[in-house]
């Protein structure tokens, strides 16, 4: 998640000032599996559902909160009450299709540009020196001056790195039913599967960043245990719009017109989000130094 970071500054626009932070600019880029976009269908949900992080569901969605329990007497509480509720909404949402994991994710050729990163479709599309999708991002104004775009080779360099974005849903009939619980006045219900659905998203995109890891030839950095990945125990990063290191949803257009995202079933709306609702996307650095920072 994008949302947790440290380090912190005031916005710098590349307007204001692109001077680049420390970050190195020499790490050598990746080679992928393929230039451009891929779908994925098929997946099955059980593969999804060890990406799913317990604390995020069982604290941050569903309130089940420690209060004053002890840490034992806490985790007697969670397998007692909260995990039967976890597997049965597993259960039931691959017995009634009520979660149908989609991705479309892809590599592209790119360089950074000051505060930008210009990427383009393929090899050749860069190459030609055909016209780049450009993403602008923030600037930090103290500490580091850290820059998502820093974590990419400079165009002055005349080398190409590597960026990834991915996009991932769980599918229509979700929102659907959060809808039909909602209305039929069953807010535990609700409760607990908007929250399930929600954070089965976060875990498909959890699910496809390692995969990304992995066809990058990175993931062989990454922690051993599902608690330590999600505290960003691998190389690179993932940063998603609307999050403090990129909070600018309209960049989120650039993304729509590399990825295609309507052969998943998604679209962005007027103010930018991604519907249908349990859908979410983000930019993939591979840069070793690449970590969750803030803007402020």
């Known amino acids: 998640r994008a949302a947790q970071a440290a380090g912190a500054g005031k916005i710098v626009t590349a307007e204001a000032g692109s001077a680049r932070s420390d ?15 891929r779908v994925v269908r098929g997946l099955p949900l059980r593969d999804i559902y ?24 806490y985790e007697a509480f969670v397998d007692q009450e909260v995990r039967p509720v976890f597997r049965r909404w597993q259960e039931r949402a691959i017995a009634e299709q009520l979660l149908v994991p989609q991705v479309v994710y892809g590599y592209f050729p790119c360089q950074s540009e000051g505060n930008d990163l210009l990427v383009w479709r393929d090899m050749s599309d860069a190459a030609a020196a055909g016209v780049p999708v450009r993403f602008q991002f923030p600037r930090q104004a103290g500490g580091r001056r ?10 002055e360099s005349a080398e190409f790195d590597t960026v990834a974005f991915t996009l991932v849903t ?15 006045n ?6 607990h599967f908007h929250g399930f659905a929600v954070e089965c998203a976060e875990a498909l995109a959890e699910f496809t960043h390692r995969r990304v890891r992995e066809e990058l030839g990175i993931a062989g950095d990454d922690a051993p ?24 949803l309209e960049q989120q257009k650039g993304i729509a017109e590399l990825l295609d995202p309507s052969r ?25 130094e690449a970590r969750y920072f803030v803007i402020r």
């Open 23 to 37: 970050v190195r600019r020499d790490v050598p880029a990746p080679q992928p599996p393929f230039w451009g976009s």
């Open 50 to 73: 060890p990406f799913v992080n317990e604390v995020a569901l069982f604290r941050g969605q569903w309130q089940y909160q420690k209060g004053q329990r002890s840490d034992r007497e």
């Open 146 to 155: 850290l820059c998502i775009a820093d974590f990419f080779r400079d165009r």
């Open 170 to 184: 769980m599918g229509p009939r979700a929102t659907e039913f959060a809808q039909e619980l909602f209305r039929a």
């Open 186 to 191: 069953e807010y535990r219900e609700y409760l």
């Open 225 to 248: 245990t599902m608690r330590e990945i999600f505290a960003q125990g691998y190389r690179g990063s993932r940063y998603s719009f609307g999050y403090p290191a990129c909070p600018d």
């Open 264 to 288: 998943i079933g998604v679209e962005l709306s007027e103010t930018f989000q991604w519907h249908p609702e349990q859908s979410t996307s983000a930019i993939v650095a591979h840069h070793p």
